[in-house]
């Protein structure tokens, strides 16, 4: 949802790209394009763009623009969107799920971040320039470099958030260039029927056994806070695709791997305004929704199209709008007098989707329970047959997402199935393909970051497996990668702590002798909704963490051209038991509900403290507990013998002897010459 | 620096407070007013304001004001300001360090926040409403509701940072009312000549042996800066008097604790204009500043008063200012044209001054070592002095300012010594006055923050000690701020990681047991300069950890009514030693250049990890390596043997022993069981 800035690195979430990048086949020479020869060379991956950059330029003199500013996002901010709103793949032949494009009428560039600069200069032709500063103020310059004093620059404000707009605005300033909204898309008008439909399918009403409450509660709840409100607000205005769906305890399938569909509401202190393609509501969907009509629970239904005319026909009266200025776009926002506007950066629907209540709580950990079964008999799976050398990653990939698709109430995989063998795994973001899919063996590290749909939660896991002998610095990486998972796992905090202050926690084994990794630690996640549910995590936009909401904690280590490591569960902030207590509410720590043991072939127990392998006996114990039963239940005894065999209890010896040994190599040995001393006598 | 936010609690600094208020003498009922009799209660702390507040709003209607805002700090955004600058202070009898005031023509309200509201209490008479909401937002409505539509709104445009007007200009928008700037103080125009006079001390340079570099070459740095800076400012503007006074190795005594002299300097690529009252600077000063004159390398000297009519001259050319805003004032900022500006939140010179040279950080290093000498022979006194029922915190204070006197290049204290017996520890800001003052007993743990001003050098040290035999929550909450303190500053991490982000770490042993303490963690500190020097630190303004910065790390714990606990060294970001490398830069450490070893009394050696107690031992070392020399250099023999007593290593034992103990509990116990049965054969 958030471009990347200049702290790229840090911020970055994962599984946010739609094709693999595989370090091998093709040379890396002729692989990508090269402008500097005449003809120019374009690998087969390329794309030619000559006639859409001529026909968008055309269009661009018709409405008088000299550059017009294209992002990758959609009217909604989506981080995941649909193919009909993919106009920066179509223009360009990019693919990457991050980039800006700038046109003039005799150039054209891209930016976009360092994940993306190979995969760019495969898939662009040379009629683009490939800048690598894809920060606002960067393409400013360039822009005014560009585009002569007095001439227009274009966008279509529905597809930049307020903060974006903002930027652009404050870029220009001053130059005598003018930023113009322009409301009809003009990459649309070009792409014409080229374009994909838009989606048809059906928008549905969860069953109430998977709903954590009825959208009459949400909405009694959402306007008490609305009353509550020192500044009084008189309606909310929903933006996010994930926003309606909670809200109203809809789904349907406009968008890959999100369970959402086209939408925004207009909720106000005595109505609702539900904008929407009418006809794909289901009919229960329908009858749920107007059981209450006339009245201040009837949700009057709008067209999508209609939202913002309907917006600014409401913000003519005495009234004040409540919205999250992190995903609401300029287009929208602009319609509404700055004096009638309550910002924040999260709408309050948000901030209540992410506080999970105890229902929604008990249905998460239960498809977590169902998840684990798959990934364990998929980590059976790797063990029996990587050795044969019959799985590769694509088809690795495959199978996983069958376990998955075969437990109950599935709904397919929640992200694009991450399986990254050896160096492949090095790129943290890597998916494989049909065509280009590296061979599992047992001499190289295999990651695997999958994660499912299931109508009573979605899930995301990522385990690191090595079936051969790891070298001394892959053992040493994995081990302090899951050091930083159980620190961060077992921290206990106090009420209301931002999730940036302690994510070092999962990187300080890391850090302790040198090593670190460049994305995020964790983020949110929904009931049935998006794998990266904002606004929760540790980021430094993240809300503080409370009570109810469920976030990952995904540290990992990824070395350049040799492997890449990553250990990710999912868990719940809950209430900590403390000996003492400071203020009126209880201090929290986290509950891991992502049920799947480690990789004990790649744990090196001498660096673990006494705490952080009690720790982990103790998660063992639960797994044991909680995952033990559903197997036998569906008949997966070896899958069972595995998880026994996989969560026996680690000595805590190891750890008491390595004090031992630290104490000794610091010549101060009062436990080891005690043993010393001991043993002596014995012998003696 | 910086006004209490509804964060207030996380980022108050310490030592902010001017005047002690302890929790003893006269009873809470009459120590407070109280406006709900007839006549009014009044302590005799209180002021009568009737007459200054009725000339006030003579003035504001001469004016056309309805509201006349007033804040508690000076022109130059400064944390201690001159008594001739407590505008608040003198109108409402109130000397907290933080607060506005808001006076209407029938009312008169005070903002502070939670540290200060007995104290208010104490000093305000009844004309004064006490408002306990201190964020603008708040002070805002309080305004619209008090203030006609159409009415003035005003306030001294010099006195208020950009951030500030913007947010009481957003606060007002659209109401009708006019938020206006007067430059003329209304204040100051009521106050007339009881009003303090402008200091009129000596301005002078520092000898070339405590600078780190030559203002040429200071001056040459920046101008490199501007020269590489992608928008090519022409002109920083210098407006923080820390700036002025570190560019020109320049010092004065205008405000007490912090040796700078009221001034502004314009600095562009091709002159230098420095604002000062001419006649205070020092033969010298004036000649190292014009020796090059005329020249780029020429210091043109222009009264204080013209700052801002010469800044609105060279802003009317084609020219670019550079500054900081988060403490430039608006008084300044609104006279450069918006295209005009380049604005970070620190300027250049404000970065420039944090990552101190090698000579400097040699400076720093050694005028820790004096100090430490000095606040050793405070605790040998104590430890004598204080069975004997013969020191109060008074007293104390007066002791270890003395003692610091004696040392070697001092200037004094560099902030009003805290010196906290038992309860009044448990208010972080509390210093003592001759009225006031509680004895230090060998039953009560005792507090002191106090600090100095050298000519190499500034120093901040908290030292928490106790007699007697503490309680078992003292020693546990003592040892958790220890371990601290401790994890904090063994930390490894990468270049450019910023302070907010690691804070954490000198929590975390008390949030296990439910601890905390409502402070921020650390600032920056200078050369013979301020003892809060931003932008270093911890909090989430604060920049990213760079090697050679200084920073404080202060870690507490403070029980209500009880006790309170600190534990505060100043430490050097350092390069790190490890295995391993992560990009182009090593990692960076801290290095504890405060000397001082910590009471052996308080802590529980069976809470410290191995690591905790080899960094303890290490710390130790380097103390007796740097500290013992000068105590013997100085013939403190007694005060030397006390150093050796104090700093014996620890034994690791302990905590292997722990181990040992918690395996036992945990029922897993190979090692200890080991034990048992070699003991068990020994005795058959």
Redesign the interface.
């Known amino acids: 949802m958030h471009p990347p800035q200049w702290i790229a690195a840090w911020v970055l979430l994962l599984h946010g790209c739609a094709t693999g990048w595989p370090l091998q086949g093709a040379s890396a020479r002729t692989s990508v394009r090269d402008c500097s020869v005449d003809p120019p060379y374009l690998p087969p991956t390329a794309t030619n763009t000559t006639a859409r950059l001529a026909a968008l330029r055309g269009t661009m003199r018709a409405h008088s623009v000299h550059a017009y500013i294209v992002p990758s996002t959609d009217a909604h901010m989506s981080e995941y969107i649909a193919e009909r709103d993919s106009r920066l793949g179509w223009l360009t032949g990019f693919t990457g799920s991050a980039g800006t494009v700038v046109v003039t009428q005799d150039k054209a560039a891209l930016w976009t971040d360092s994940r993306y600069w190979t995969q760019a200069e495969r898939q662009l032709d040379c009629n683009w320039e490939l800048q690598r500063t894809p920060w606002i103020e960067s393409i400013g310059?360039w822009i005014l470099e560009a585009v002569p004093a007095e001439g227009n620059i274009s966008l279509d404000p529905f597809l930049f958030s307020i903060d974006a707009w903002n930027s652009y605005s404050q870029a220009l300033?001053?130059s005598g260039r003018t930023l113009l909204p322009i409301e009809t898309n003009l990459v649309d008008q070009v792409w014409g029927d080229q374009r994909p439909p838009p989606a048809s399918g059906e928008i549905y009403s969860l069953p109430a056994a998977f709903t954590g409450s009825s959208w009459q509660e949400k909405v009694a709840g959402i306007r008490q806070q609305m009353k509550q409100h020192?500044q009084r607000p008189t309606a909310v205005l929903l933006s996010g695709l994930e926003e309606t769906a909670w809200l109203f305890n809809l789904r349907g399938d406009d968008i890959p791997y999100n369970p959402v569909f086209y939408s925004y509401t207009l909720l106000t202190n005595s109505s609702i305004s539900l904008f929407v393609d009418k006809r794909r509501l289901a009919a229960a969907a329908r009858q749920s929704l107007q059981a209450s009509c006339p009245g201040p629970l009837c949700v009057e239904l709008w067209e999508y199209g209609q939202a913002r005319a309907q917006l600014q026909y409401y913000a003519q009266g005495n009234v004040t709008i409540w919205l999250g200025t992190e995903y609401t776009t300029y287009g929208l926002y602009s319609v509404i007098p700055?004096?009638k506007l309550l910002e924040d950066s999260y709408s309050p629907i948000m901030l209540a989707k992410a506080v999970k209540n105890a229902k929604e709580q008990e249905m998460l950990r239960a498809a977590h329970v169902r998840d684990a079964v798959a990934v364990i008999q998929y980590l059976l799976w790797l063990e029996k047959m990587v050795p044969q050398g019959q799985v590769d990653e694509f088809s690795g990939a495959q199978y996983i997402d069958a376990l998955r698709q075969a437990q109950e109430h599935s709904h397919g995989p929640s992200f694009q199935s991450i399986s990254a063998s050896g160096l492949n795994a090095a790129l943290a973001h890597y998916s494989p393909s049909n065509q280009s899919s590296r061979k599992l063996s047992v001499g190289e590290m295999y990651l695997s970051d999958t994660g499912g749909q299931y109508l009573d939660g979605t899930t995301d896991i990522t385990r690191t497996v090595y079936w051969g002998v790891p070298t001394p610095l892959q053992k040493e990486a994995y081990t302090r990668v899951l050091m930083g998972n159980i620190d961060l796992s077992r921290?206990?905090?106090?009420p209301n702590?931002a999730g940036?202050?302690?994510?070092?926690?999962a990187r300080?084994a890391l850090?302790?002798?040198?090593?670190?990794y460049g994305h995020g630690t964790g983020h949110g996640i929904g009931n049935f909704l998006s794998v990266h549910e904002w606004p929760v995590g540790f980021q430094s936009n993240n809300v503080p963490l409370t009570a109810g909401m469920f976030t990952s904690i995904e540290p990992g280590y990824y070395r350049d051209g040799e492997f890449g490591i990553r250990i990710e569960d999912v868990a719940l902030v809950v209430e900590?038991q403390?000996?003492?207590?400071?203020?009126e509410k209880?201090?929290l720590t986290f509950e891991v509900v992502s049920l799947v043991p480690y990789d004990r072939n790649l744990i090196d127990l001498s660096l673990l403290?006494?705490e952080q392998i009690?720790y982990l006996?103790a998660y063992y114990e639960t797994i044991r507990a909680r995952v033990g039963p559903e197997l036998l239940r569906q008949q997966l005894e070896e899958a069972y013998r595995w998880l026994q065999r996989s969560t026996e209890?680690f000595?805590?010896?190891s750890?008491?002897?390595t004090?031992?040994a630290?104490?000794t190599t610091?010549g101060?040995?009062?436990?080891?010459s005690?043993?010393s001393v001991?043993?002596t006598?014995?012998q003696a």
């Open positions: 310059l300033h001053g020192i700055q004096e921290l206990i905090f106090p702590t940036r202050v302690v994510e070092s926690f300080r850090w302790d002798v040198g090593l670190n900590a403390t000996e003492h207590q400071t203020g209880p201090f403290s006494p009690r006996n209890p000595p805590l010896g750890a008491a002897t004090v031992a630290a104490t610091l101060m040995l009062p436990l080891a005690l043993l001991l043993l006598r014995l």
